[in-house]
């Protein structure tokens, strides 16, 4: 069995590309292809029309691995330094773009003079993600950067990710939290058995039916079922079910929930809340049946 078979794809200078799929399914050995660990049977991958592990590509790419395998001897601000020297960083720029680099991720100082070893996995990703992005890279690939983070952190991820698209960077991210790849991501890969099994835009799950649940202040207007069911159907969408100041609707699109939700406040309802059940990301990747046979992989543009 292959671990990747008819991959063929380009991501766009300055491009925000997630990849997907479950357990299994090749993300990570797409990954070390593109990063020039692994060689592809046949086939080429090339960054800027160079060699995946051409040298001046390398010094332009900065890469946070799943696994994490650190000097634990070290503290966490020695690590950044010895780093910093590998990259052939300006020596007279180290103290401070080590401690910015500390600052950063979230690191206490105290922290990042503590050995490796004292660190906790969430402190760990931390010290990987200020290592990845020394010498701001060009080229930023992350492998399940938020996992063992607590939800600061993975807020402050998701920061760090908008900070790169904005200033150009190129970012390849694999996770499996759908949500950060949702609102990080211009693009998304699903892969499962080992094919890219399509290239969506994050809008493109906009077009996948889902249930949107609606909550309105219980002091305000209350509206019966049928009225509440003659609304949804004025705006293409369907009542699903009603209980007090709550309603369940299905929605095929964003812009039918849209419609829904204006008629909704123009019949009186004080909505304050409207969240769909499942995320876009979600519907994509539950809306695929395990074990379904893969469709030739397409090609993006």
């Not at 994490?68 to 330094?81: K, Q």
């Not at 906790?120 to 010290?127: A, K, P, T, V, Y």
């Not at 399940?144 to 150009?168: H, Q, T």
């Amino acid at each position: 069995m292959r671990a990747l078979d008819r991959v063929s794809l380009s991501i766009e200078s300055g491009e925000a590309f997630g990849i997907i799929g479950p357990n299994g399914a090749g993300k990570t050995t797409f990954l070390g292809c593109l990063l020039g660990f692994l060689k592809p049977d046949s086939g080429r991958v090339t960054i800027e029309g160079r060699e995946a592990d051409d040298l001046e590509i390398r010094a332009a790419t900065g890469y946070l691995p799943e696994r994490l395998v650190l000097d634990r001897w070290m503290s966490g601000a020695d690590f950044l330094r010895y780093h910093h020297a590998l990259a052939r960083l300006p020596e007279g720029r180290r103290e401070r773009d080590v401690m910015e680099a500390i600052e950063r991720v979230g690191l206490e100082p105290e922290s990042a003079r503590r050995s490796i070893r004292k660190y906790s996995r969430g402190m760990l990703q931390r010290l990987g993600m200020a290592q990845a992005l020394l010498g701001e890279p060009r080229y930023v690939f992350l492998d399940e950067p938020a996992s063992g983070v607590d939800p600061a952190g993975v807020v402050l991820f998701r920061r760090l990710l908008g900070e790169l698209k904005a200033r150009g960077a190129t970012v390849v991210l694999n996770s499996h939290q759908l949500e950060q790849v949702e609102r990080v991501c211009d693009r998304v890969a699903f892969v499962q058995h080992g094919h890219v099994e399509s290239i969506e835009t994050v809008e493109a799950g906009a077009r996948v039916a889902h249930v949107l649940r609606v909550r309105w202040s219980a002091e305000g207007q209350a509206i019966a079922g049928e009225r509440l069911a003659a609304i949804a159907a004025e705006s293409g969408a369907e009542l699903r079910s009603a209980t007090g100041s709550e309603a369940r609707f299905a929605v095929s699109a964003d812009e039918v929930a849209a419609r829904l939700l204006r008629g909704l406040i123009g019949a009186g309802l004080a909505v304050v809340e409207a969240v769909p059940e499942e995320s876009r990301l979600e519907r994509l990747f539950l809306g695929r049946p395990a074990g379904s046979p893969p469709p030739p992989s397409p090609e993006a543009p």
